[in-house]
């Protein structure tokens, strides 16, 4: 499938697809096993928060590509369901447009630069509102 035929909201629903993998796949490989703590620590990977956040500390750290930018920017501005906070869950559509974009493309290994960066920074403690933890 051609990520460009797709709308971004379409884009952003296979990239939390994948992204929540990712999570799920690094959390096991960490030993973290039982379920409920699989469930709480994955909270603070996949909240539209912490994706949010990562994407403007990607963005200063000049870390994404023009492209990626411009594949956030109009998976951001797309019109969705309401949620309680419609910025921040925007910014998180953005940021799961970019991941779906990579995927349909096959681009595993910018999406592992892209996961293993966004680990980094939400184990360091870089994402200054992360919620749900």
């Known amino acids: ?26 959390l096991l490989e960490k030993g973290v096993v039982r379920v409920n703590e699989l469930q709480k620590r994955s909270v603070q990977y996949v909240s539209a928060y912490a994706q949010a956040e990562f ?3 990607a963005m200063q750290n000049n870390f994404l590509t023009e492209r990626e ?9 797309t019109k969705g369901r309401k949620a309680k906070n419609v910025i921040i869950h925007n910014q998180s559509t ?29 184990d360091e403690h870089k994402l200054k509102k992360l919620r749900g933890k």
């Open 1 to 26: 499938m051609r990520a460009e035929l797709l709308n971004s909201l379409a884009l952003a629903y296979i990239g939390d697809a994948v992204f929540e993998v990712l999570v799920r796949d690094y």
């Open 55 to 57: 994407v403007h500390l």
């Open 94 to 122: 953005g940021f799961e447009a970019i991941i779906g974009t990579l995927h349909l493309e096959g681009n595993d290994e910018r999406i592992n630069e892209i996961f293993a960066y966004f680990v980094e920074a939400v």
């Open 69 to 77: 930018i411009a594949i956030y920017k109009r998976g951001r501005n």
